[in-house]
């Protein structure tokens, strides 16, 4: 279908306009809004991430694909909503408290929406209490948690032990990155899985739910 591999190119090349554009017209040509996302928006944000992977496109090709995708499924998202599509689990995500880099998090938020996700964005700076308010109201698969600073990344293991505190903590995966996050450190703090990029992020949520 050519215009499904359009708007595949547009998200891998970028064209945030262009992205919108042609997800409008396969929706004026009576394509479904599931079949739009899984048979274009997703495959590319596949692609993109298998081009970061072999270090083919960098953090800012990368944000740019994410945001003409996101753009797209900004289109998509309340037929979506309406038609109740079957998303391929849950998440909410956000930055620890004192940290307000969001950057990465956006990144790997968009990305999980891409690969069909249903995303909580909580945002940066978000509190311990915040991600458990959110899993009792929301009910996510996974917990998500980046930090960027060496002294944030210490909240991560409050956030677990708030889970445990509110008896959540057998009902979600917990997930965590940022850069001076390592395996190492998921382990120490009983996480379930660490993800070193948005690329292996979308692996790794795949792989909790
Ligand atoms: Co800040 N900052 N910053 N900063 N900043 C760093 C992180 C730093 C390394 C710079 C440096 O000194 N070289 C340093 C941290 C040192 C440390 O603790 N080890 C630092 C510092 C010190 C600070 C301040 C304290 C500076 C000051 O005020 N004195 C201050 C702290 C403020 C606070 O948080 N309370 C501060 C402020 C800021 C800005 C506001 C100016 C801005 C943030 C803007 C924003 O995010 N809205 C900023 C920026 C931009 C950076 C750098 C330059 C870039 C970070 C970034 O966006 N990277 C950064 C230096 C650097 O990294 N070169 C730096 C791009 C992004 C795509 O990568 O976030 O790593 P990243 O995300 C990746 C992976 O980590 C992973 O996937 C993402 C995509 O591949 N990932 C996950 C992230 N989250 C994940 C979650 C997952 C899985 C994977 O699962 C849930």
Do not use: W
Not at 18 to 46: F, H, Q, W
Not at 72 to 86: D, F, I, K, N, R
Request: hydrophobic content about 45%.
């Amino acid at each position: 279908m050519a215009l499904y591999e359009d708007l595949k190119v547009a998200v891998i090349d970028m064209e945030v306009e262009r992205a919108v554009e042609l997800t409008k017209k396969a929706l004026d040509e009576g394509k479904k809004a599931e079949d739009i996302m899984n048979s274009s928006l997703v495959l590319a944000m596949d692609i993109v991430g298998e081009q970061y992977d072999k270090g083919e496109k960098y953090v800012p090709e990368m944000l740019l694909s994410a945001k003409a995708m996101k753009a797209a499924m900004e289109v998509l998202h309340p037929l979506l909503v309406e038609s109740g599509v079957e998303m391929r689990g849950k998440i909410a995500i956000g930055t620890v408290e004192g940290d307000l880099h969001d950057i990465g998090q956006n990144l790997v938020s968009m990305m999980l929406e891409g690969a069909g996700f249903d995303v909580i964005n909580l945002g940066a700076e978000t509190p311990a209490d915040t991600f458990v308010q959110s899993v009792k109201e929301n009910k996510p698969d996974i917990v998500g948690m980046s930090a960027l600073l060496t002294t944030t990344m210490l909240h991560m293991p409050e956030v677990i032990d708030a889970l445990k505190q509110a008896g959540l903590r057998d009902q979600v995966k917990v997930m965590i990155g940022g850069a001076p996050v390592t395996q190492e450190y998921a382990d120490k703090i009983g996480a379930d899985g660490y993800a070193p990029d948005a690329a292996s992020a979308v692996k790794l949520a795949k792989s909790l739910c």
